[in-house]
T-cell receptor
Framework: KNEVEQSPQNLTAQEGEFITINCSYS?????LHWLQQHPGGGIVSLFM???GKKKHGRLIATINIQEKHSSLHITASHPRDSAVYIC??????????FGTGTSLTVIP | GAGVSQSPSNKVTEKGKDVELRCDPI?????LYWYRQSLGQGLEFLIY????????KSGLPSDRFSAERTGGSVSTLTIQRTQQEDSAVYLC??????????????FGSGTRLTVV
């Protein structure tokens, strides 16, 4: 069993839809990260969070430490949001574990 | 520098040769991380540095892999006697600190290594 599980693996949405990507983990963590990888490979760190909720533009990330679960939400999705979204956790031993990613395609 | 700089951007090497990959983090970032992404695979964590120290090297795939960081700045990842399975994009990232809540990471653009 992977330490980090993401769902869905693939997601297609119409422009404007509200999108949710989920991440569950099984290890004790000190932080959780959401990463965005565009075609061509560039990786951008979207959020690092250890509790509660963070918002940046149309992106919202939440984490529930007790349930070991995080969600990434995209409001008013746009074709430029099309990318792979990766959940990564930093455990209490400072070791990283990565989810396999969610491939998002937003259709105009 | 303004961002995390990795060099070379592309490297093609013959099986059995040694390669050295370089990462120049953002100035002042004490934490530095190496990952790799093999074709069609997810991100794989290799090693991190806090300052010049790498407390846990268990993520390195084999003893052919080594990494060092000097002066709390530039890091090099060395792969000895390269094998075809080493072909991947090697990514470096840096952050202000390993501490939680200190902000996110900045990634370099990666080194695409191809072993032929």
């Amino acid at each position: 069993k992977n330490e980090v599980e993401q769902s869905p693996q693939n997601l297609t949405a119409q422009e404007g839809e509200f999108i949710t990507i989920n991440c569950s983990y099984s290890v004790g963590i000190s932080a959780l990260h959401w990463l965005q990888q565009h075609p061509g490979g560039g990786i951008v760190s979207l959020f690092m969070l250890s509790s509660g909720k963070k918002k940046h533009g149309r992106l919202i990330a939440t984490i529930n430490i007790q349930e070991k679960h995080s969600s990434l939400h995209i409001t008013a999705s746009h074709p430029r949001d099309s990318a792979v979204y990766i959940c990564a956790v930093l455990n209490t031993g400072n070791q990283f574990y990565f989810g396999t990613g969610t491939s998002l395609t937003v259709i105009p | 520098g303004a961002g995390v700089s990795q060099s070379p951007s592309n490297k093609v090497t013959e099986k059995g040769k040694d390669v050295e990959l370089r990462c120049d983090p953002i100035s002042g970032h004490t934490a530095l991380y190496w990952y790799r992404q093999s074709l069609g695979q997810g991100l794989e964590f290799l090693i991190y540095f806090q300052g010049n120290s790498a407390p846990d090297k268990s993520g390195l795939p084999s003893d052919r892999f080594s990494a060092e960081r000097t002066g709390g700045s530039v890091s090099t990842l060395t792969i000895q006697r390269t094998q075809q399975e080493d072909s991947a994009v090697y990514l470096c990232a840096s952050s202000l600190s390993m501490d939680r809540g200190r902000g996110g990471y900045t990634f370099g653009s990666g080194t695409r290594l191809t072993v032929v």
